[in-house]
């Protein structure tokens, strides 16, 4: 035993002894605990008695035994009935999960001093973990009554406290139970709406939250509450009521800022932003508000906003500055800065971003020339899961791909299939990159795996029937496989692209000019081009065909598809 605990036993020993707290000689204690502990022996050595038990509870519990440890601890609690043993004997049963022992302490405890607070908490938290929510009302209630001058902040503890119950309606039944007395208090009605929304009563829950707020107007913490209650059916009405809120309170920041991440859900930027622009005037040091600005005006193409804000949180104390690095790398990237983009992305070391980070560093690097070094930092990049694995993996076969080394690619990704076969993301990949070698049959066998674990993979649906259409084979059953893809994804404009592509060489002219023409609204894409082109020219519309290609050519000179087409039609 380490001195301090030795010298703890000794002196509550010495002061049970001499106290005068002791049980007189066939003294019998009148609680049920007691009934196991022997009556005191005439003559017996009681300071002797007492040092002994305590030395060997602290003894056991310091070996690790909390059974014995806890026996000497019960038995010397009902000889002495000193509150001090009781309490210590109280907390080891507990400790122990004797939890039938450690309640009929508790009572024993109450028994020799009924007034006290602290022996009530402990049989409400001991009630707790029992489970015995039954048991609870009388003593949390007696509890709320001793501390009146606290009895709002106490009741907003309730639902904390009862937590670990999982009978939430009954937790719901002993709340109302307990608060109702207090029903003049918006703490009360809070609890009660707390309750009522864990046990899934959300009507009840927001008939509560606005009792609460008729006491208590400017209350935040209720206002928000009832907005988010309210966004479960509505989220208009959630962003009007808080509107109304902040509009009456301007200083309420917190509510500001959920409104303000309501409206961005609500793809309402402008009204976001104008909340947000007040917060970080009020606040401009508060990366809670510095990164939600950052990231909406990220969002709305404002990138010297984003990027100032982002710069603002380097200099604060929000903690995950991997993240931060992260987007700047991008904006040096889209900015054509390579090697500050890259001195971001190294400082990527962690979190979400970590990987994708060390892919994008790789890719500059492989842009750079500098490809041993690219596929060094991608080996000497740690995965934490296998889905980071797999995201190096295809990181990899990617910057092989760039590099023209579609066959080193494919080695990659077969060697990752070999050990995760099933993996979607794998298979697809490799299915496509077996077509840039030549080898359809390869594409066909991994997508149709694909296919069998997913049969609603659209784009695995697509690739399949493009595949087919490209090489002018099995027709029907490459446009019956595009149509499903299209009914999964009905607004993708290269499904749309493929659907196109299958009806020309279908010999369906008008149907496939109206299909490519509708992609290339939406996405004026090289591939698009080359076969909105082609049609038109079959069409002899060879004016409208020569411009969409030449026009796609000028922005996309690299794009093989397109070269190809025009080649073919442009010579």
């Given at each position: ?454 049969p609603d993979h659209a784009h695995a649906l ?52 109206q299909t490519l023409e509708k992609a290339f609204r939406i996405k004026a ?47």
């Open positions: 035993m380490q001195p301090k605990f030795l010298a703890a036993a000794i002196t509550l020993a010495l002061g049970l002894t001499h106290g005068g707290i002791t049980l007189a000689a066939g003294e019998q204690p009148s609680r049920p605990a007691a009934k196991r502990a022997a009556a005191q022996p005439v003559g017996e050595d009681l300071l002797a008695r007492t040092v002994f038990q305590a030395l060997v509870g602290e003894f056991a519990l310091q070996r690790g035994d909390a059974k014995l440890g806890s026996d000497a601890w019960a038995d010397l609690a009902v000889r002495t009935r000193d509150p001090k043993v009781i309490a210590r004997a109280t907390e080891i049963a507990g400790f122990a999960r004797q939890y039938d022992r450690a309640l009929e302490l508790s009572r024993l405890w109450l028994e020799v001093e009924p007034d006290s607070t602290r022996a009530r908490q402990t049989q409400s938290s001991l009630l707790v973990m029992a489970n015995r929510i039954d048991e609870l009302a009388p003593q949390m209630a007696a509890l709320l009554a001793q501390d009146k001058a606290n009895v709002g902040n106490n009741l907003l503890h309730l639902n904390r406290m009862l937590g670990r119950i999982t009978d939430k309606k009954a937790v719901q039944g002993l709340i109302d139970r307990l608060a109702t007395p207090y029903d003049t208090l918006p703490e009360a009605h809070f609890a009660m709406a707390q309750a009522a929304a864990a046990a899934g009563d959300n009507l009840r829950a927001l008939t509560e939250t606005e009792k609460s707020l008729q006491l208590r107007p400017n209350w935040e913490t209720a206002a928000i509450a009832r907005a988010q209650l309210q966004a479960r059916l509505s989220a208009k009405t959630a962003i009007d009521s808080l509107d109304d809120f902040v509009g009456h309170n301007p200083a309420a920041n917190e509510a500001r800022l959920t409104l303000a991440r309501l409206l961005i859900s609500e793809k309402r930027y402008e009204e976001s932003r104008r909340h947000f622009d007040r917060l970080v005037k009020d606040h401009p040091d508060n990366p809670e508000v510095i990164y939600p600005v950052a990231m909406l005006a990220l969002q709305q193409g404002d990138t010297t906003t984003g990027r100032s804000q982002l710069e603002n949180l380097l200099k604060t104390d929000f903690p995950d500055k991997s993240t931060i690095h992260f987007f700047l790398g991008q904006l040096e990237q889209e900015q054509k800065q390579p090697d500050a983009a890259l001195a971001h992305y190294r400082q990527v070391t962690g979190g979400e971003q970590f990987v994708p980070a060390r892919s994008r560093a790789a890719q500059i690097l492989m842009q750079q020339g500098k490809n041993a070094e690219a596929r060094e930092l991608l080996a000497n990049t740690r995965a934490g899961t296998p889905a980071e694995r797999i995201q190096l993996t295809l990181a990899e076969s990617q910057l092989l791909r760039e590099a023209g080394r579609h066959n080193e690619a494919y080695i990659v990704l077969d060697r990752a299939l070999a050990a995760q076969p099933n993996d979607s993301e794998l298979l697809y990949e490799a299915a496509l990159t077996a077509e840039r070698i030549g080898k359809p049959e390869i594409l066909e066998m991994h997508l149709k795996h694909l296919l069998a674990l997913k697509n690739a399949l029937g493009y595949s087919l259409a490209e090489r002018n084979q099995r027709l029907p059953e490459a446009h019956d496989l595009i149509a499903r893809a299209l009914s999964l994804a009905p607004e993708d404009p290269f499904i749309m692209d493929s659907m196109g592509w299958v009806l020309f060489r279908l010999g369906k002219l008008p149907e496939a000019l894409d090289p591939e698009i081009a080359a076969h909105l082109g082609e049609v038109l020219w079959t069409l002899e519309r060879k004016d409208e065909a020569r411009r969409i290609l030449q026009d796609a050519y000028k922005a996309h000179p690299e794009n093989e598809a397109l070269a190809a087409t025009v080649k073919k039609l442009l010579p």
